[in-house]
């Protein structure tokens, strides 16, 4: 499908519609399915394999999540492995940018930057190569879920640290309760969620 808008006022005839209307009507907690007890008990795991799987969901999702940067300079986004790699490949594509991956240790094959973060029980690490941004690039941050917010902390610091700027990150889901989204409004990063789970 291409989106075009030859008769919107203000933009010449065949312009290409890059960041689409959302789709308001789209309810997205019933597509997300809920996993109790994994992979521990206690733990309701938001499995968003299913939105995925939704044409109309997933379509609705990305515009939505994009629609912030709509006429904004945005030359980077970054997906958290692995569930951000879907979704901030999307997010890219549609905001006409590069992609960058921000990987568990030990996975990207040339020279990193990596940054350390608290788990509950012990240390995860995420990593960039070091020429995946450039100084001065402005960078959203994509995952499917932020709850701590611990993980997307690290790669804001590991992005600012090789020099980008990230403007935003973007979440399917925020588990409010855990206070995640909030340290991230706190760093004055524009935050965009789509549904929350209260209680979790
Ligand atoms: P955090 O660093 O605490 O914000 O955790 C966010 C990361 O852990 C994301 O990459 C999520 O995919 C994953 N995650 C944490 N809690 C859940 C949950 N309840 N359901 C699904 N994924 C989760």
Redo the contacts with the bound molecule.
């Keep these: 499908m291409c989106h075009r808008r030859a008769a919107t006022p203000g933009l010449p005839a065949g312009t290409l519609k890059l960041v689409q209307e959302p789709d308001k009507a789209m309810d997205f907690k019933p597509v997300i399915r809920t996993?109790p007890d994994?992979p521990k008990k206690g733990?309701?795991?938001?499995?968003?394999t299913t939105l995925f799987g939704n044409p109309r969901a997933f379509r609705a999702a990305v515009d939505a999540l994009v629609q912030p940067y709509a006429g904004v300079r945005i030359d980077k986004v970054a997906g958290?492995?692995?569930?951000?790699f879907i979704l901030g490949g999307a997010v890219a594509h549609q905001l006409s940018t590069g992609f960058v991956p921000v990987r568990k240790k030990g996975k990207l094959p040339y020279k990193v930057l990596a940054e350390e973060?608290d788990?509950e029980y012990g240390k995860d690490q995420v990593e960039i190569h070091i020429d995946a941004v450039k100084p001065g690039d402005r960078v959203v941050v994509v995952?499917?879920?932020?709850?701590?917010?611990?993980?997307?902390?690290?790669a804001i610091k590991l992005l600012e640290r090789a020099g980008a700027k990230v403007v935003g990150c973007c979440?399917l889901?925020d588990?409010p309760d855990?206070g995640?989204a909030d340290k991230i409004r706190a760093l004055g990063k524009e935050v965009t969620t789509l549904v929350m789970?209260e209680g979790?």
Excluded: N, P, S
């Design positions: 996993i994994h733990i309701q795991f938001r499995d968003v958290i492995e692995a569930r951000g973060y788990l995952d499917d879920l932020i709850a701590t917010g611990g993980t997307a902390f690290a979440f889901v588990l855990l995640g789970f979790d």
